[in-house]
Structure formats: structure tokens, C-alpha cells
């Protein structure tokens, strides 16, 4: 089945953000008990369509590793990415945990290790959880009834499946000639329609949108990529919920333009998004190779890990070229 053909088939009648209403949780087109939003749209029909085009030669990793000091999400005090050794070779020697001797330990050498994280740490996805209003996520799920000791019981990670879908990439930076946006800058609905003029694409309902900022540039400088980062404003945001995208995302540490332009909304990006218009975010992609090929269409494919009620997830996208 070819892309136009489906994309023909999926209508504005299955995006969620045209039944959205203003600062309200938006009850799902698809059903009470639906906890993925526009990820619905997402079947084998689409999946089949985008990989009957995937060109496998060459893989974007539009990931970055995960490590100590690395940047992140660190104005509401969560935890910064740690990693410790739980086993080496020599600590084994001494402290024979598996009790299988000094001759063992010598022939065995065994290391292991764990790590503590902010589940929204370096490339990850935020599901519907994250963000909602007076208490209620997309779809009416409400805290009182849904969020339990430890996690919510709707919305969580595990239920977002695998993400097989056509991919564009809005390189706003090069548009407008610059490494990098401004501090603060607020990608809008004009900046959105001229990229994709300027790229000469269009966008689809079934899309997943990745927003290139340039902050990337400055990667992992925490005093460079941090502060006052360019980001989408709720006019563009609303835009590409429109047009029909199953996620959004961006290479800055939070989508959105910050600090909020909104005095009264400090996440007008994310609450909107998530609970408005049941679209999830995924931030921290890197998008420096797409843009260094002039790749602004591709095949994506990512998947989060699959954490139990949680707000957000780590991932591993990657972009494939498409067959003409």
C-alpha cells in the first residue's frame, strides 16, 4: 500500500486536537479506555506503508548517550543520570559475593552496575501522564481515581507501542540562516508553513514532527544548552496538532519556548499537547545529521522503554531514507 493512499484514507475526522476545548483535558475519540491518543493511528496498514519505502543502508541514531553531567531537565530538582559499579573484577576477588572462591573470581571477571534517573533524561518520550489539567490527564483520567503510591495507572509508557510512521524534520534553524535560534525564541505557526516551504514538503496526518532548534550545536554544554532554550509556542503547537502529527519533538531539553510567553500557563506547550490534543513529546533528539544531509523526510522508528505507569521513558529513534 503507498504512503498517499494511506495517508488519503486516515482523514481530519481522527485528529484528536479538532475536538480539543481550551484548558481542558479532551475525552479520546477512541474510546474511554484509550491511553495513546493520536498513537492510535499508528496500524499495520501504516507501519506496512512507511516500510515498503525504507531505504535500510544507512540508520540515523537520533539518540545521544546517557551519561554523568550531561544535561537535562533540572528546575523542578529531580535526579540527575547516575551510574555506579555494583561489581568488578577485583572487588569480586575480595569480597566473593557468588561464593565461588578466589580461583573462580580470578577465571571469572564480573562487572556490573545500575543506574538512578529522572525517567524524562536524556532522548526520551513524555507520554500523556505528564502534563494535564486541575487534576485530569487526556482522556479524563483523573488523579484521584487513576494515580496511585508509586505511578499513574493510565497513561504510563508501557502502552505506547513501537512507533513505525513517516518522519519530517523542520530544520527552523537553517531556514533562518542561523546555527542556532535565539534564547527564548517561540517557534509559531509562520515559522512552521515557511519551512516546509522552504524544504519544499508538506505535512500528513500520521506524521512524527521533530522541531530543529540548534541547540544541539552547543550539546552537552550545560551552560550553553540549558538556559532560556528556543522552543515551540502554543500557536505552532496547535498548528502541527491540526495537520494531523502523532508526536512532536525537538532537540532542546523541553519542546517548548521557555520560559513560557504564557503568565499564566508555565507548560502551555506541554499541557496542550498531552492533554488537549493527545499528541506525546519527545525531546533531546539529535537531529545534527539529518540537517548536515538535508534529510527532512524519512522513515522513523522508535520505541520507549516500556516503565509502568511512568511519565516519560527513554528511547532510541532512528531515521531511515525513503525509497522514491
Known amino acids: 500500500m503507498c504512503t498517499d493512499c494511506y495517508v488519503n484514507a486516515v482523514t481530519m475526522k481522527h485528529v484528536i486536537a479538532h475536538k480539543a476545548a481550551f484548558r481542558k483535558a479532551t475525552e479520546s475519540p477512541y474510546g474511554a479506555d484509550d491511553e495513546i491518543g493520536m498513537l492510535n493511528l499508528i496500524d499495520a496498514a501504516s507501519r506496512q506503508?512507511?516500510?515498503?519505502?525504507?531505504?535500510?543502508?544507512?540508520?540515523f541514531d537520533l539518540s545521544v548517550d546517557n551519561f554523568m553531567g550531561m544535561p537535562g531537565w533540572f528546575g523542578a530538582e529531580d535526579q540527575p543520570y547516575q551510574i555506579w559499579m555494583t561489581h568488578t573484577p577485583d572487588g569480586e576477588?575480595?569480597?566473593d559475593v557468588m561464593k565461588v572462591g578466589r580461583d573462580g573470581n580470578d577465571l571469572v571477571s564480573y562487572s556490573g552496575d545500575s543506574i538512578s534517573m529522572y525517567t524524562h533524561t536524556g532522548t526520551h518520550i513524555d507520554t500523556l501522564n505528564h502534563f494535564g489539567y486541575?487534576?485530569?490527564i487526556f482522556n479524563n483520567f483523573d488523579a484521584r481515581e487513576h494515580l496511585g503510591s508509586r505511578a499513574w495507572r493510565k497513561g504510563g509508557a508501557e502502552k505506547h507501542p513501537p512507533m513505525i510512521a513517516r518522519g519530517v524534520m523542520l530544520d527552523i534553524a537553517k531556514m533562518h540562516g542561523v546555527d542556532c535560534l535565539p534564547p527564548s525564541y517561540g517557534i509559531g505557526e509562520a515559522d512552521i508553513k515557511g519551512c516546509l516551504k522552504h524544504q519544499g514538503i508538506s505535512l500528513a496526518v500520521g506524521d512524527v514532527v521533530l522541531l530543529r532548534t540548534g541547540r544541539m550545536t552547543v550539546w552537552p554544554d550545560r551552560s550553553k544548552f540549558l538556559p532560556n532554550p528556543p522552543g515551540l509556542n502554543r500557536e505552532g503547537a496547535e498548528y502541527l496538532a491540526k495537520?494531523?502529527?502523532i508526536m512532536v519533538g525537538a532537540d532542546n531539553h523541553c519542546l517548548e519556548q521557555a520560559p513560557s510567553a504564557d503568565p499564566t500557563n508555565w507548560q502551555p506547550v506541554h499541557t496542550y499537547l498531552l492533554a488537549e490534543a493527545g499528541v506525546p513529546i519527545m525531546e533531546i533528539a539529535y537531529l545534527e545529521e539529518l540537517s548536515q544531509e538535508n534529510l527532512y523526510e524519512f522513515a522513523f522508528f522508535g520505541a520507549c522503554i516500556r516503565l509502568r505507569?511512568?511519565?516519560g521513558a527513554p528511547m532510541r529513534?532512528?531515521?531511515m531514507r525513503l525509497r522514491a
Request: glycine share 12%; aromatic share 0%.
Open 243 to 245: 495537520e494531523g502529527a
Open 49 to 59: 506503508a512507511i516500510m515498503d519505502r525504507s531505504d535500510p543502508t544507512h540508520v
Open 93 to 95: 576477588v575480595a569480597d
Open 317 to 319: 529513534p532512528i531515521a
Open 134 to 136: 486541575h487534576g485530569k
Open 309 to 311: 505507569g511512568a511519565t
